[in-house]
Structures are given as C-alpha cells and as structure tokens.
C-alpha cells in the first residue's frame, strides 16, 4: 500500500493546500468509518482513493446533520449546510476544509451537479422528516430521493465525467439491496430510536402489529414477517450482481468486497431471526477479516 502522500501524488493533487484539503477528508472518514476507509486504502487503485474517500466524507457529513436533533434543528442545519455547499461547488472556497476538497473533487472528477442537488434535498424531507414507509411504493421513493443520490455523491467520483445511465442504473440496484439490509440489521436500534423501516402494509398482511416487533415477540407471524422480508433482501442482492461489469476496474475489489459483506450480513440476520429485534445484527470480526484476506490475495 502506498504512502498517503504518494496517493495523493498518484491522483494527481499537488496543490499543498489541497493535499492538506484531502487528507483532513480522509481522517474524518477514518474516525467516523474505519473499516471502509481501510477497505478504501487496501484494495481501491491509489488514483482513485482520495476522491472516493473525500466523497465519502461528503456523504457522512451529509447524513450525520440530516440525523441529528429535532426536525427543527435538522431542517435549520440542512439549509444551512445547502448554501455552504454551493457556494464551495460555485467558487471552489469555503472555511471548511471538507467543503473545499469535495469542491475539488467534482470539478476534478466533473460530477455531474445535478446528483449533490438531489441529495440535499432527499436529506432535508425523505430522511430528515422519516416517518417511515405506508408501502413499498414509498420504500422506493426513499431511494429515489435520498439513498440513490446520496451513494452517487461518493462512488460518482470514480467515473471522469459522472457516470453513464447504464453506471447510475446499476447502482440504483445495488443500493435498493444494500437500503434492505441496512433496515433489517439495525432493525432493533431502529426501533428503540422510534424508527419503522419495514413498510407499514407489510406488517397489515401477516397480521403484526408495531408493538409486536418493538417487544420482539416470538410469534409465528413475527418470523414468517421477517423471513419475507430477508427473501425481498435476497432477491434485490441477486439483482445487484451485475455492478462489478458497471464499476471501474480500480474500484471493483472494494465494490467486490461490500457486495460479499452485504451477504455475510443478510444471512446473519436470517439466521438470527426474531433475535434481530433485539439486538442489531453486525458483520462480526471473522467475515470482514476473511473478506479482505481474499480481496487482497486476489488483487
């Protein structure tokens, strides 16, 4: 693995005050997601890394206003951080280092502007205001307007020039998968957080009650709710198969790597059944560990 500095030498960003820029994005992502920036630096071709993990950042800081505090304090700190970002986009300035090295990277990559629109504007109503889903039309829309752009704000910068229709539909797909697992491992701190995130008619066809999921009740209706939705998981993953062939050949060990994980995680959840609403489901330490032991014999 190359040094930082070569990295940035690699991807072409010689400016000292950019290359400062860039890595105080990169630290951010270390503290907050140390497993995907590690999976990042380990496996992504080193051209490549400080734009992915700069737009990594981006989309952090994004979520994390979008989920903290009261539906005022989320609105007010959206708003607010929506005019930061376009005037960074428009003058390439900004008193935030993060702001200012994402600016880079969309102009460097040249991502299209339309993607950071769509995120913030998912951010400040379908996540900000989260109520949860009547029906699956609803579950699609929220990644319509939210998930689906806000991946796009990160893995976009892999592509010079933004990616093709073919490139953003697969990565639609590939978010409709990764949206359906996320939901069902966080099931049980969703819950305890107030959060919904299985389609309200979903439970009305077997019968379950909100009450029933937040006490994990051990109930033949509980189980057969939860084994259909890890079915839906499934089949959205088997969908999503095609985006290795849509992803840059720098990038496909990483994207290779979060696909296997997704499948680690989903069939660790069927396994725990009803006990994924007491307890979140994570990846554990010996399936992640495997998975990057493979990716790098492979690579």
Known sequence: MPSWRSTLTQAGITDPRLRADHTHAARRVLRREPAPYLTLRLLAAPP????????????????????????????????????????????????????????????????PGHWITRFLDGAATAEAAFDGFA????????????????????????????PDPAQAAGWRAFVDAAQRVDFLADLAGDLAEGRLCIPRSRLAE???????????????????????????????????EGILDLTEPGLRPVVAAMTELMGHQLAAVEKAGT????????????????????ALRRR
């Open 275 to 294: 006990g994924a609403l007491r307890k979140d489901v994570g990846y554990g330490l010996a399936a992640p560990v495997g998975t990057l032991v493979r």
């Open 135 to 162: 029906a699956e039309e609803d579950f699609q829309a929220y990644l319509d307007d939210y998930a689906w752009p806000g991946i796009m704000v990160f893995t976009g910068l892999q592509y010079q020039g933004g």
């Open 48 to 111: 490549l890394v400080p734009w992915l993990s700069t737009g990594l950042a981006f989309m952090n800081l994004v979520d994390d206003v979008a989920e903290t505090g009261t539906p005022g304090v989320r609105a007010a700190g959206l708003a607010a951080l929506a005019g930061r970002v376009e005037s960074a986009l428009a003058t390439g300035e900004s008193p935030d280092p993060l702001l200012r090295a994402y600016a880079h990277a969309v102009r460097g990559r040249g991502l």
């Open 206 to 240: 077997h019968s379950v009650t909100r009450a029933d999921l937040e006490q994990a009740r051990e109930t033949p209706a509980v189980r057969a709710l939860l084994a259909a939705e890890c079915a839906r998981a499934r089949t959205a993953l088997a969908a999503a």
